[in-house]
T-cell receptor, first 115, second 116 residues
Framework: DTGVSQDPRHKITKRGQNVTFRCDPI?????LYWYRQTLGQGPEFLTY????????KSRLLSDRFSAERPKGSFSTLEIQRTEQGDSAMYLC?????????????FGQGTRLTVV | AQKVTQAQTEISVVEKEDVTLDCVYE???????LFWYKQPPSGELVFLIR??????QNEISGRYSWNFQKSTSSFNFTITASQVVDSAVYFC?????????????FGTGTRLTVIP
């Protein structure tokens, strides 16, 4: 296991369609995060899982967004009824431990383009 | 509220020059962590360093060094003898105990270009 893996790397979708992204964290990492990054900006936190429990959700995560992490392994992020404003890079990260603020390892992201 | 400011949007240096990337942060928490990440063109954020608010010792790792000063709320990053491979976007980030402590607030990044 060489790192956090995200699939797909690129996704182009028409406005109004639903999309789902997948993230496979580093094995045994109990924490998993989703971030969104738009052009020229730093990543913005979306949501966080500890094992299978979703413990935090940002206000950025509208009702059209849902994330799951069944069995505390991989995670999916679904966006329903996509809008052009959803176009961004979606980054997944994972970390290990019970202490706060251990370093997070990021995947290469899924770039979403809504046309 | 938490805030990270990276005032330098873009920096260009000639190879072998030293360069310092500035980071200024704001938080009301007394316990917080500061990070630097590198984002090369491939897009993957690479962790460089984490410091906690109680440890103001400067750190050196090879050509990289970090200067943490609580008095000025700054956590600056210096690359010595820059190389072309250092070309990337560098992000400073903050994680504070009052925010849930599990998410990072990122600055807008500084794009560093090292010219051969």
């Amino acid at each position: 296991d060489t790192g956090v893996s995200q699939d797909p790397r690129h996704k182009i979708t028409k406005r109004g369609q639903n999309v789902t992204f997948r993230c496979d964290p580093i094995s045994e990492h109990n924490r998993l995060y989703w971030y969104r990054q738009t052009l020229g900006q730093g990543p913005e936190f979306l949501t966080y899982f500890q094992n299978e429990a979703q413990l935090e959700k940002s206000r950025l995560l509208s009702d059209r967004f849902s994330a799951e992490r069944p069995k505390g392994s991989f995670s999916t992020l679904e966006i329903q009824r996509t809008e052009q404003g959803d176009s961004a890079m979606y980054l997944c990260a994972s970390s290990l431990g019970v202490r706060m603020n251990t370093e997070a390892f990021f995947g290469q992201g899924t770039r979403l383009t809504v046309v | 509220a938490q805030k990270v400011t990276q005032a330098q949007t873009e920096i260009s240096v000639v190879e072998k020059e030293d360069v310092t990337l500035d980071c200024v942060y704001e938080t009301r928490d007394t316990t917080y962590y500061l990070f630097w990440y590198k984002q090369p063109p491939s897009g993957e954020l690479v962790f460089l360093i984490r410091r906690n608010s109680f440890d103001e010792q400067n750190e050196i790792s090879g050509r990289y060094s970090w200067n943490f000063q609580k008095s000025t709320s700054s956590f600056n990053f210096t690359i010595t003898a820059s190389q072309v491979v250092d070309s990337a976007v560098y992000f400073c980030a903050l994680s504070a105990s009052n925010t849930g402590a599990n998410n990072l607030f990122f600055g807008t990044g500084t794009r560093l270009t090292v010219i051969p």
